[in-house]
């Protein structure tokens, strides 16, 4: 094993999620990372989901299968077992995309003073063919001030990936106090202590599916809980005031001819960092490019 490859933790958690499950498991153990702590924390389940874990079981670092408290109870037993420099979690739905893991190791070499990333906004439909969906040219682009303005994207949880560091100064722990938003309060305690830098990379990505979807048969109640969430970090960060000014200008920007002067001014604005991308001579490289 090279000395250079840190050691990157994925934790899965399941529950009766068996019709999707190999599919998420090859798609960790097929990227052939030789220093993956992978970690699958099923919650009891009835269906075939304990029977495809056995069969892997010999490239897991551990496995257990046991009644628990839920999705992110399950995450943060996984997490207590890790000892990973880089870390994240990939639910038992959702797919990485192939070598997604030593780009990540690439990026994170590279860019030392970088303490957390997101890929490329992807899906996979519910056979697991992956797609995109087109949105403004910044929407992959994050800040705490964007954070906090709740602007209606969502850094996709599938594709985060932080260091070990960052987990601890933000407290070491998911918050069990938001069921289905445990994630946002995640991100927002990482914005306190770092920027989240995206990259045009596919790193992994979000499974769309047609049935039992909490993401869809509980988007009120999640969005409540996003309101919650950002309304109590506001009033941390006595960031109450400036949301309704910056909301203000990012309108009076959209009012301006060229799409490129509209992006340029509100990704001046929300003081969102530069995109890690491809480049041809440096491989990757920092761009202030929005697009």
Known sequence: MRADYPKITIVTASFNQGKYLEDTILSVLSQGYPNLEYIIIDGGSTDESVHIIKKYEHQLSYWVSESDNGLYYAIQKGFKRSTGDIMAWLNADDLLHRKSLFQVANIFAKYADIKWIMGSNTYFDESGFPFVFEAQPYAQRWSRKRL?????????????????????????????????????????????????????????????????????????????????????????????????????????????PKRKWQDRLSAGLLALPPKIVFDRTNVLMLSYNPS
């Not at 289905?180 to 596919?202: G, N, V």
């Open 148 to 256: 906090l303005l709740g602007d209606g994207y969502f850094v996709q949880q599938e594709s985060v990936f932080w260091r070990r560091e960052l987990w601890s100064q933000a407290g070491g722990q998911l918050s069990e106090s938001f069921s289905l938003a445990a994630d946002l309060e995640l991100w927002l305690r990482f914005s306190r202590y770092a920027k989240l830098y995206s990259t045009s990379y596919m790193l992994a990505g979000f499974r769309l599916r047609s049935e039992n979807q909490k993401s869809y048969t509980q988007r009120d109640e999640y969005l409540d809980q996003v309101q919650q969430l950002l309304e109590e970090e506001r009033r941390r960060a006595d960031g109450i005031r400036y949301v309704f000014v910056y909301k203000l200008l990012l309108n009076c920007f959209r009012l301006l």
